[in-house]
C-alpha cells in the first residue's frame, strides 16, 4: 500500500500520531483484506525480520523497506487476540550484527526479565470522563480580566509500585490501586495526582525513569485497559492525572532503544552528548526528525488515548545545556560558543506548540533546575511554552530552613524570603516531591529540627507556609501524615503509622489544610502575580517571622503569620491594610486571640495594627471583617 504522507510526515519530524502507523496494527492489505502489518525505523539495518511465538523465533518472516530513510513494513496472516499473549520482536541485521529488539510503539511489553513486546491493539474503553474535560477546560482556560491558570492546583505526587501492597509483598493492579487512592485522595481534597513513570521499564530502582517501552504501561500492574480503568476512575470523582514524561534519556538494556538497529538511532551519535554517565543511560537525538515524530507522538499518546491531563517533563536541564554533568573538554561547544543545546530548544518548542494546540487546557511541567529564562513563557512570545515549572530553589531553602536549629534562624532568614524575589518571573509549582525524601535524605517530618513534638509542629507550620506561598503545589506520598522512614520504593507505605496519635492528627490537619486551600480564592486566584500577594513584614529574623496577605480576584484577602521560632511571642503587633476584626480563618495553633480587632497604631508601613498571640512553631491565617 502507498504511505507516502506518513513516512513524509514522519521523516519530516511533524507526524504526530506516529504510533498509529508504526508498530503493530490491523489494517487492510491492498486486496482489501484484514492483515496484521508490523512497522518499525531502523534506518542502519541490511536487513529485519519479524521474529516470535507464532514463527518459533526464526528468520522466516522478513520485512521491506519501503523509505529510503528506513522504513520497514510487513503484511502477515497472523491472527491474534489481546488474551493471547503472542510475544515478537524484530530481528535487525546490521553488517555482521544481529539484535533482537523489542517494538519501541508496542502498547504492551513484557515486564522485567520478559524482554519481548506482546501483539496487542489498544481496546475500545468506555470513558465515562465528559464532565471532567468540561470542568477541566473551565478551569485551565482564562476568563474575561483575569489572569490564566486562577484555580487551585495541589498535586498528590504517587509512585504506583510503593504506595500500597498486598500483604504478600507483591504489586497491586491498577484497579487496586484505584479503587483504594481515588476516596483517599479525595478525601484528602487534592485536585490532581502525578505518578511516577508508568511508562514500561526493566529495573524497579530506577522507579520508571529508564525506560524501554515508551508506549506501553507498565505490566507490573495490568493491561492497557486496566490503566485506562485507572485514570478514568480519577476523572470521576473530579481528580486530574499528571504522567512524569521522560524524554531526555532511554535505557541501555539489550532489548530496548540503544543501538536499536545495530548502528546510533535513537541516540546522538558523537560521544560528547551520547551518553549520560550518572543515570548509565543514552540520550535522545532529538535534532532528528524520526526522534522528534517518537516523542511528541508519545507525549500525545498519553492523551489522547489515556486521557492523562499533562506532563511532567523530566530533566529539562539536562536537555538544555551542552555541558550538563559533563567536565570541560567532555563537550562541544554549541556554533556559537555557548553551553546551549539549540536542538532542545527547538524540541521544546515544538513538543509544546503541538501539544496546547490539540489540548490548550493541559499541563506541561518542567522540571528545570537551572534559572533558564522565560521556560513558561509561549513560544510565540519567544519562551519555550511550558506553562508550569517546579520551584526547586524555593524547595533546597525551605528544606535548608527547617533543618536548621531555630536559635540560629535569624542567620537564614532569606530562606524564607528570597524565593519572592522571583516568584512570578515563572509559573511556579512548589514541589515537595520523591527526589527529596530518599537516598539518605531523610523524610519530610525528618527534616524539621527538634524533639519529636516540635518536628510535628514544625511540619504543620511548614505545610501552612506552603500552602500560602504563592504557586501551585506538590507534595508527595506519605508526607501527609508524617512518615518517618525515608521512601522505599521496594515496599508499601507505612500506612500503620496513621494508627498513632501523632500521625493520625497530622493527617486530618493536612486534610483540613488542603480543603482550607481549595476554599480560599485568596490563595489561588492572584497566584502568578504580584496583584495577589503583599508583604506585612519580611524582616524580623531575630523573631523567626514572616507575615503577609493572600489575595483574591474580589479584593478580599487572608493576613498570614508564621512563627518559625521555638519561642512563644505573647502580643505580637504587626500591621493590617485596613481598619476592622480580623477573625481567625486557619491556624496551627489558636493565636490566642482568635477576634483581633484593629487599633490605630501605625506599623510596618500601615495605620493600623493588630496584636496576637503566636504560638511556637505555628502559622495563623486571619480574614478581615470590617
Not at 320 to 343: H, Q, V
Not at 426 to 448: A, F, P, Q, W
Not at 578 to 606: H, I, M, N, Q, W
Request: proline share 4%; with cysteine; charged share 25%.
Amino acid at each position: 500500500m502507498n504511505h507516502e504522507s506518513e513516512l513524509y510526515l514522519f521523516h519530516q519530524g511533524t507526524y504526530f500520531k506516529a504510533y498509529e502507523f508504526l508498530g503493530v496494527h490491523r489494517e487492510q492489505d491492498g486486496d482489501g483484506k484484514i492483515k496484521t502489518v508490523f512497522r518499525t525505523w531502523a534506518p542502519n539495518a541490511d536487513a529485519v525480520y519479524v521474529t516470535g511465538d507464532f514463527n518459533g523465533w526464526r528468520a522466516d518472516m522478513p520485512m521491506n523497506k519501503i523509505s529510503d530513510r528506513g522504513v520497514w513494513e510487513l503484511y502477515t496472516d497472523i491472527n491474534f487476540n489481546n488474551s493471547d499473549r503472542q510475544r515478537y520482536k524484530y530481528m535487525i541485521k546490521n553488517g555482521w550484527n544481529t539484535v533482537f529488539k523489542a517494538d519501541p510503539y508496542a502498547v504492551f511489553d513484557g515486564t522485567h526479565t520478559e524482554t519481548a513486546s506482546y501483539l496487542y491493539v489498544l481496546p475500545e474503553f468506555e470513558w465515562e470522563d465528559g464532565k471532567w474535560f468540561e470542568a477541566r477546560a473551565k478551569a485551565m482556560t482564562a476568563k474575561e480580566n483575569e489572569p490564566p491558570y486562577s484555580t487551585p492546583v495541589n498535586i498528590y505526587e504517587v509512585h504506583l509500585g510503593s504506595v500500597r501492597r498486598r500483604l504478600d509483598g507483591t504489586y497491586c493492579s491498577y484497579r487496586e490501586l484505584a479503587d483504594f487512592l481515588v476516596p483517599y485522595v479525595k478525601k484528602l481534597g487534592y485536585t490532581h495526582i502525578e505518578l511516577l513513570p508508568v511508562a514500561e521499564h526493566p529495573l524497579d530502582d530506577s522507579w520508571g525513569y529508564q525506560i524501554c517501552g515508551f508506549y506501553a504501561p507498565t505490566s507490573r500492574f495490568g493491561e492497557p485497559s486496566d490503566f485506562m480503568y485507572f485514570v478514568n476512575e480519577f476523572h470521576k470523582a473530579g481528580i486530574g492525572v499528571i504522567l512524569d514524561w521522560v524524554p531526555a534519556h532511554f535505557s541501555k538494556d539489550a532489548h530496548g532503544l540503544a543501538d536499536f538497529d545495530g548502528g546510533m538511532c535513537y541516540e546522538y551519535q558523537g560521544n560528547d552528548r551520547k551518553e549520560h554517565k550518572v543515570w548509565g543511560t543514552r540520550f535522545f537525538d532529538v535534532g532528528r526528525e524520526e526522534v522528534q515524530s517518537f516523542l511528541v507522538s508519545n507525549a500525545l499518546y498519553w492523551m489522547n488515548e489515556y486521557h492523562v491531563d499533562g506532563l511532567r517533563v523530566d530533566a529539562v536541564a539536562a536537555m538544555l545545556y551542552l555541558d550538563f554533568d559533563r567536565a570541560p573538554g567532555e563537550w562541544t561547544p554549541a556554533p556559537d560558543g555557548s553551553n546551549k543545546n539549540y536542538e532542545s530548544i527547538a524540541f521544546f518548542k515544538k513538543l509544546n506548540t503541538e501539544i496546547f494546540r490539540q489540548h490548550a487546557d493541559a499541563f506541561m511541567i518542567a522540571e528545570e533546575s537551572s534559572d533558564w529564562p522565560m521556560l513558561t513563557k509561549p513560544v510565540y512570545m519567544g519562551g519555550l511554552g511550558f506553562n508550569f515549572k517546579w520551584n526547586m530553589g524555593w524547595m533546597n531553602d525551605m528544606i535548608r530552613y527547617v533543618n536548621t536549629d531555630p536559635v540560629y534562624r535569624k542567620y537564614e532568614h532569606n530562606c524564607i524570603t528570597f524565593s519572592l524575589m522571583y516568584a512570578f518571573s515563572e509559573n511556579y509549582i512548589l514541589s515537595i516531591s520523591h527526589d527529596e525524601v530518599v537516598h539518605g535524605k531523610g523524610s519530610l517530618i525528618n527534616k524539621m529540627f527538634g524533639s519529636y513534638d516540635q518536628k510535628f509542629d514544625g511540619l504543620r507550620c511548614f505545610l501552612a507556609y506552603m500552602m500560602c506561598h504563592p504557586g501551585k503545589k506538590l507534595l508527595f506520598m506519605g508526607s501527609e501524615y508524617g512518615q518517618f522512614a525515608e521512601w522505599n520504593n521496594n515496599a508499601s507505605l507505612e500506612w500503620f503509622m496513621t494508627d498513632f496519635e501523632k500521625h493520625r492528627d497530622l493527617l486530618n490537619y493536612t486534610i483540613a489544610l488542603n480543603h482550607f486551600y481549595l476554599f480560599s480564592p485568596e490563595l489561588w486566584e492572584r497566584d502568578l502575580s504580584w496583584d495577589g500577594f503583599r508583604w506585612i513584614r519580611a524582616d524580623d529574623a531575630d523573631h523567626n517571622t514572616v507575615i503577609f496577605t493572600r489575595t483574591s480576584g474580589d479584593g478580599k484577602y487572608l493576613v498570614c503569620a508564621f512563627n518559625f521560632s521555638a519561642s512563644y511571642l505573647p502580643y505580637y503587633r504587626f500591621g493590617v491594610p485596613e481598619a476592622g476584626k480580623y477573625r481567625e480563618v486557619f491556624c496551627t495553633y489558636p493565636s490566642g486571640r482568635p477576634d483581633a480587632v484593629s487599633e490605630k497604631l501605625a506599623c510596618d508601613g500601615f495605620d493600623d495594627s493588630i496584636a496576637v498571640d503566636l504560638a511556637p512553631l505555628s502559622a495563623v491565617v486571619f480574614r478581615c471583617e470590617a
